[in-house]
């Protein structure tokens, strides 16, 4: 009985670590004191994550910011403003990135290959 047992826990230890090591890190950035900002969901810098043909975006950045992107996908994607005028980035497979605005807001974007993938920056 002790087999599915341990086979159970394998299972739920490696679901939970995909989950936990998916969903980013919370070391501080480098040049951010320890315990800066906290309490609050923004960041200096944040990751666009591309996978499955889907954007997850952090909480916030900051204006100014160097967003990275992660495109796990394997195949070319953009990171473009729908206004068009905020940014407009390339996605090649594997990490790239971009400056985030200057001016606070939400800025929603869309990849211009795949017009059906959506995403909303929130610059604070």
């Known amino acids: ?5 341990k086979s159970v826990v394998a299972f739920v230890c490696g679901v939970s670590l995909v989950a936990l090591t998916s ?22 810098a944040g990751a666009i994550m591309i996978h499955g043909f889907a954007f997850t975006t952090p909480p916030s950045v900051h204006p100014g910011a160097q967003v990275s992107v992660d495109n ?4 070319a994607h953009t990171v473009t403003d729908d206004k068009g005028s905020a940014f407009n980035s390339p996605a090649p497979p594997g ?27 929130v610059v604070r």
Do not use: K, Q, R, W
């Open 95 to 121: 990490n790239s990135s971009f400056m985030a605005p200057s001016t606070a807001g939400s800025y929603p974007f869309h990849c211009n290959i795949h017009p059906e993938m959506h995403g909303t920056l």
């Open 72 to 75: 796990m996908d394997g195949v």
């Open 1 to 5: 009985m002790s087999t599915p047992s």
């Open 23 to 44: 969903c980013g890190s919370t070391t501080p950035s480098a040049g951010t004191a320890p315990g800066a900002g906290s309490g609050t969901p923004t960041s200096t």
